[in-house]
């Protein structure tokens, strides 16, 4: 399956990015990722997390 159709939890998307849930729901909250509801969950687009991270500067950059 391709990233730009998997879903994760928060829990999943905390462990594999180093993220706090605070940090996560802050993210979401401020539009930076796309996320799903199903039921009481909620299931974060990786692809999106992604973006975020390939749209950060690089440390030392000028």
Avoid: W
Avoid at 7 to 12: D, L, M, R
Avoid at 17 to 42: D, E, Q, W
Wanted: charged share 20%; glycine share 8%.
């Amino acid at each position: 399956m391709n990233n730009h159709n998997r879903y994760a939890s928060i829990k999943k998307i905390g462990e594999d990015f180093g993220m706090s849930r605070s940090t996560i729901y802050r993210a979401l909250h401020a539009g930076r990722f796309k996320a799903v509801k199903c039921g009481r969950l909620t299931r974060i687009c990786v692809a999106s997390v992604e973006q975020y991270f390939a749209s950060l500067p690089a440390v030392g950059a000028a």
